[in-house]
């Protein structure tokens, strides 16, 4: 697969098949996704691979916590800015209206937070979760090199013929994560990414994106 055609086929998904991943891809995967590049080559990340049993427990508590209308551990970093204005505003809320359509959930739906949450703690059925910590001391340009090192394993995840949906709704659970996969305490947690088959005969979404002209500007040319 070419590197366009994994950029243009990986997209957040939300219905996995529960067939296995071998975790020799798994492997194969996380080790060329490692070339991934970070300032100063500290290579910043903390990656937990969760399966099997762990995991199904994992979903089993966040879920609970979930159903519980449980608001979620105190987050260690803001999911958006407090003030998003637009355009963020605007985008923020065109994906939102579009993501819950596409899963069942309107938008006057009393519960949809719980909802939401809930489907996101089953990581939409995926059978393997990653999960991505940095070291606390860590600013925000070594998180911008975790996002980096994100789209590398999730483009290779494409070649490879899986699929991927990166989740912050994890960090909700966080202290739920943490204790099964016995993280350092100096470790903050960025995000999931749930990791798998595409099931079979399910709508998917495709995003918009803005136009280039809104987000690109071409200087000298
Ligand atoms: C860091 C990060 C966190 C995300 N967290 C969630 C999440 O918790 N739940 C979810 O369903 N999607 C999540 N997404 C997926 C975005 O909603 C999705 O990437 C965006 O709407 C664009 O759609 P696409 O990835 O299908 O092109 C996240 C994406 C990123 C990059």
């Not at 916590?65 to 958006?80: I, K, S």
């Not at 355009?87 to 739906?109: C, H, K, M, V, W």
């Not at 803005?210 to 200087?219: K, N």
């Amino acid at each position: 697969m070419d590197v366009y055609e994994a950029v243009e086929s990986r997209r957040a998904v939300r219905a996995f098949s529960d067939e296995p991943v071998p975790m020799e891809i798994l492997e194969r995967v996380l080790s060329a996704a490692a070339r991934a590049p970070s300032s100063g080559n500290l290579q910043p990340w903390h990656v937990y691979v969760v399966t099997g049993d762990p995991l199904a427990e994992l979903k089993r508590r966040a879920t609970a916590r979930a159903l519980a209308g449980d608001p979620g551990d105190e987050r260690e970093y803001p999911m958006y800015p407090a003030d998003l204005t637009s355009p963020y505003l605007d985008r923020f809320s065109a994906a939102a209206a579009q993501r819950y359509a596409t899963l069942g959930i309107e938008r006057d739906d009393p519960e949809r937070p719980q909802k939401i949450a809930t489907l996101n703690a089953g990581a939409f059925g995926a059978p393997v979760v990653l999960f991505c910590y940095l070291d606390r001391a860590m600013g925000p340009g070594q998180w911008g090199d975790a996002g980096m090192y994100l789209q590398t394993v999730m483009l290779l995840l494409r070649a490879e013929g899986l699929h991927s949906c990166p989740q912050v709704m994890w960090t909700m659970f966080r202290r739920t994560v943490t204790r099964t996969v016995g993280a350092d305490d100096g470790l903050a947690l960025f995000c999931g990414v749930a990791v798998g088959f595409e099931k079979e005969g399910v709508t998917h979404l495709r995003t918009g994106r803005a136009d280039i002209t809104e987000t690109v500007s071409f200087i000298g040319v």
